[in-house]
Structures are given as C-alpha cells and as structure tokens.
C-alpha cells in the first residue's frame, strides 16, 4: 500500500534523509526505531507530506504523494498523528474530532467514525464537551490518535505515541492501534520505546543517520547486533 | 431614568462598533493579519451606500444587495494579495496602514472632504424611535444593534458549528496539523477574507443610517474598534459582540455621568483593568488547565 522508495530529505544545506526505502501494507503494523536525530520524525513529516522530499518516491497505492500539496496528502488515505499531539488545545475534544474528518469523504461518515473512535477510546466519550487543552496527557494522545481515524485513513502514521505518558496508557494506546490494524488499516509507527515498538509491531526498520541499517520482523530485528547495540544499549 | 436612557443607547451604539470590530477581529485571531485597510472597506461601504441610496433613491438596507458581494470580492482581493506576498502578522500593520491611506485619499477624490449624508427623506431610520413608556429607542440605532446580533451570532454558529468554521478555528491555532488534515489556507484565507470584506460592507451602511461620513472618519473608528476587538478575544466573535455593547453603554454613561470629553479616558482605562484581570479576553471562555 505505501511504498517509499530512495527518498532524501533536507532541512537548507543539512541532509536528514539519505535514500530511503519503505513498505507498510494493508492490516500491519510496523516500526521505525532508531537513536535520537537518525530522522524518523522527518521521515514521517516527508511521506505525509508535510516536508517536501529532496528526491526519491512515497507512493499511496500507486499514487505519487511527492507532487501533491501537502493539505491534499490525507485525500490519499493518509493521516498524522504528530510528535507532541498537537491536538487544537483551544477547541473542544468533539470539535477536534469533528475537525479530522474535514476532508469530502469524511464528512459524508462522520457519524459512523465518530462513535467508532469513542467504542475505542470510552473517555474521549465522557469528555467531549471539555476543551482539549484541559486533557491529561494520555487523553490528548487518544484524542490525536481518534482525530486522525476521523480522516478515515488506509495509513496512520503515529510519531512517538508513547513520549511522556504513563505505562498504562501506553498498553491502552498501543492496545487500540493493534485493534485498528485488525480493521485492515496500516499503521507505520515511531517509537522511541523500543521494547514496546518491537512487542507490538510485525516488522520493524533500523533507522541510522538518515538510512535504514537493518530491516525485518521485530524478533529478527531484536536479535541483531545493530540493534540490541545502537537503541536497546545491551 | 435619563442613565437608563444613555445606557441603552449607548448600548445599541455599541452594536455599531461590534460591526465593525466583526472583520478586525476574524482576520487577525484567524489569519494574522492586522488589517486596518478593513476601515478603508467600511468607508467605502458607507460611501457606496450613500451613492446608490441617492441615485436609486431607495431604503438603504436595499443597497446591501450590491455593497455586501462588492465588498466580499475586494475583501477576498486584498487576502489574497496579503497570501501571496507573505504579509504576516507584524507587517500586515504597515502594509494595510499604507493602504488605507491610499483608499482615504481615493475617497477623498471622489466624494471630497466634505460632510456627506444620506437625504434625510429617504432614510427612514433617520429620526424616527421606537418608545418604551419614557424610553426613547431611535431606529438608527436599533438596526445597528439588530444587524449586530444578525451578523455576529451567525458568524459565531458558523465558526463553532460548521466544518468549515471548525476549520477556520483549527487554522489559528496550527497550520501545520490543520493542512495536514486537509485543510487548504490559500481557500481559507480568501473566504474568510471576503467574509470580513461583506461585513465591512454592512458596517459602513449601518454608520450611514445615523451618521454623515467624511473621509478622515476611517482615522476615527481606529481607537473604540481596537478596544472592542482587544476586549472580544481575537476572533471570537459572541465576546465582540458584548465587548461593543459593553463600550457602548460604557460610553454613554461617563458621557452624561462626566463629560463627553472623558469617554475615551474612560474606555480605555476600563481595557487595561479589564486585560490585567483578564488577559485572554474579557469575554474569552478561560482554557481550564
């Protein structure tokens, strides 16, 4: 379904990203892990267009997402949960929501997906009237990970989930990211916990200084020198 | 009885100010533009209005019909031209000042210096009022006040409930994640911006109704719309609305109370007590923490 192919990024002079190669299919689940600064956040930025690539290819079942503008990247099933939620924190829990089906196709359904997101996420429920900015910060994660299922996505792409949240929220976050893959949607994750990224995940991909080192199924990935050294530090 | 008198006069004033804070307020709490050319569109407005009132020789309410889209396309106009070259919130001061002086010139060249106002015969809230037992309530000002009502809480149900006001809303607070979610700001800021430019349109006929306009008058409003668009909350519009009605009354009262002289004293010592008390807006719901 996404398929990145050689793609390089930049931020003025400095390279991020030196050719990178990606698969994430329907149904699956699957990780990039890596040191701090290797360049999974401009990864992300760049397949969900929100960075522009310097070179290279992100396909969207055969589209190519590179030359279209990034407000029209979630009209090809795409969707963002971004580092630090970033949830509109002057809005409303339901406005939030309602905001992630902006796009035509979305809004046709908003309803339906509406009470998907509360059946998975019960508290966003309880406080839908509340502003967004009064959330703990669990709730703001499930809160961005519900206005990015809005879009009714066929890709998630999640970027950190994890940072700064209690262990028991991260089983219920991870929990409902397992449940949405089993509804057929790919999910392309950014952990910087990597225990928990190769637990929950199929296949994983090693990125270092902007290039993917390894790449394969979690338990594979777990055993490889590379990566018990470089982000498991064993 | 006379304070209860200048009070609710002052009040439905204040509807006028409101009106013409709406526009100042949306471009910058949503766009961050501070567009003072806005008062170059409401003088416009006014001075369309008295021209097709004298020419068709109907009600002005009439003439909306041709001002509100007219205004709607060069509000969009200038939006669009703010996009493309990348005025952002500091420079947009400059940039829209230079402006403005060019459209009050251009006023001037037209129209002249000189007092204008719409003949008396055919205005028919001129002098006209509403009386409640000794309540004295001039139609002028009950429109002003009515169109007020009319066009802020429509605009304010627009940007809390529909998908597109949501939008709008999610757009101040993030570009960024509001694009990613498919929301495309060039379209935004063209609409919203015409949106300001129509009501600029209603403004400038609603200060018609009550006023003679003259060109330097633009210069005028700056300071009471300011306030009203301070104390509101950037691009909320409810809070515009009851911050206009709130200087209005206030105006009217330190009028009859003191002197009409410390109306402006008056208004803005009110402001900075009311930003220290409460710096996100007097009437801004308070973002729990």
Sequence with gaps: MLEVRGVQARYGDAQALWGVDLDVAAGEMVCIVGPNGAGKTTLVKTIAGLHAAAAGSVRMDGVELTAVPGHKVCDYGVATVPEGRRVFGHMTVRDNLLLGAYRRAARRVYRETEEEVYRLFPRLRERQGQLAGSLSGGEQQMLAIGRALMARPRLLLLDEPSLGLAPVIVDEVFDALAAVTRTGMGVLVVEQDVQRALEACGRGYLLIEGRIVTAGTTEALRSTDEVRQRVLGM | ?289
């Design chain 2, 1 to 289: 009885m006379n304070t209860v008198q200048v009070v609710l006069s002052g009040a439905m004033l204040g509807g006028l100010y409101a009106l013409m804070a709406a526009g100042v307020s949306v471009t910058w709490g949503v766009l961050r533009v501070i567009n003072l050319a806005h008062f170059g569109l409401i003088l416009l407005g006014a001075y369309l209005t008295y021209q097709l009132v004298t020419i068709w020789r109907v009600n002005p309410l009439v003439t909306l019909v041709v001002t509100v889209p007219a205004l709607f396309v060069l509000g969009a106009l200038l939006q669009w031209a703010y996009d493309r070259l990348n005025i952002v919130e500091f420079n947009s001061l400059l940039v829209s000042f230079g402006l403005l002086i060019v459209m009050i010139q251009v006023a001037q060249n037209i129209w002249t210096a000189d007092h204008r106002e719409l003949p008396r015969d055919i205005n028919p809230f001129d002098t006209g009022s509403l009386s409640l037992g000794p309540i004295v309530l001039p139609y002028d000002r009950l429109v002003c006040l009515g169109l007020a009502v009319l066009l802020l809480g429509g605009g304010h149900l627009a940007l809390q409930r529909t998908f597109v006001g949501r939008g709008m809303r999610a757009f101040a607070e993030d570009r960024t994640v509001a694009a990613s979610f498919g929301i495309d700001h060039r379209r935004l800021s063209v609409l919203l911006g015409g949106a300001a430019g129509a009501s600029a349109g209603i403004a400038g006929m609603a200060f018609m109704l009550g006023n003679l306009i003259q060109p330097s008058h633009a210069y005028e409003w700056f300071g009471i719309v300011f306030a009203v668009v301070i104390l509101g909350g950037l691009g909320n519009l409810l809070g515009t609305l009851f911050a206009g009605i709130s200087v209005g009354a206030l105006s009217g009262l330190v009028g009859v109370l003191w002197s009409h002289a410390y109306v402006p004293i008056a208004v803005f010592a009110a402001i900075i007590v009311a930003l220290v008390l409460r710096p996100q807006g007097v009437f801004v719901r308070r973002r729990a923490v």
